[in-house]
């Protein structure tokens, strides 16, 4: 059984309407890639697209715009997702119930851990990094530096 940051046992419905429970699992992506969001509210205020804004550009993306609407961001956001396995429909810049789904099911995938795996790193503080029970989630999240393409 797989997990997801946001709450234990839980995913997001991929259902193309991008509410407040999708921009708390962005705004945590956004916070395990060490990228200040503010707090992980639910509400996609201006540091939480700035945030996306920096994820993208870091990733290689060519940024600008608000997110949102027509925009190289919302474009760039779309390609994101398409290379990691999304159908965000046309990369277009326009952000649709399509786009919004394929980014659902991406954050979905980036988010969620198997519980029966273990890593032999160390999560900042020097302590052993494992999934398991009773851990928050949210600090065993893999990377995304470790699942590009």
């Known amino acids: 059984m797989s997990r997801v940051a946001k709450e234990p046992g839980a995913t997001l419905a991929v259902d193309g ?20 969001t503010g707090p992980v509210d ?7 697209k700035k945030g996306v804004q920096q994820l993208l550009a870091a990733a290689g993306y060519e940024v600008g715009g608000r997110l949102g609407c027509c925009s190289k961001t919302t474009k760039a956001l779309q390609q994101w997702v398409r290379d990691r396995g999304g159908d965000p429909g046309p990369v277009d810049g326009r952000w649709g119930r399509k786009t919004s789904a394929a ?6 995938k980036l988010l969620t851990v198997e ?5 032999g ?4 503080s020097g302590s052993p990094l494992v ?9 065993q999240v893999v990377s995304l530096k470790e699942l590009a393409p």
Do not use: D, H, W
């Open 17 to 36: 309407y991008f509410g407040k429970e999708s921009i708390k699992a962005l705004q945590m992506l956004l916070v395990k890639e060490n990228i200040s």
């Open 42 to 48: 639910g509400r996609l205020g201006c540091r939480t």
């Open 103 to 108: 980014l659902q099911a991406v954050l979905n």
């Open 115 to 119: 519980p029966q795996l273990v890593k």
């Open 121 to 124: 790193e160390t999560a900042g």
């Open 131 to 139: 999934i398991a029970e009773g851990v928050p989630l949210a600090a």
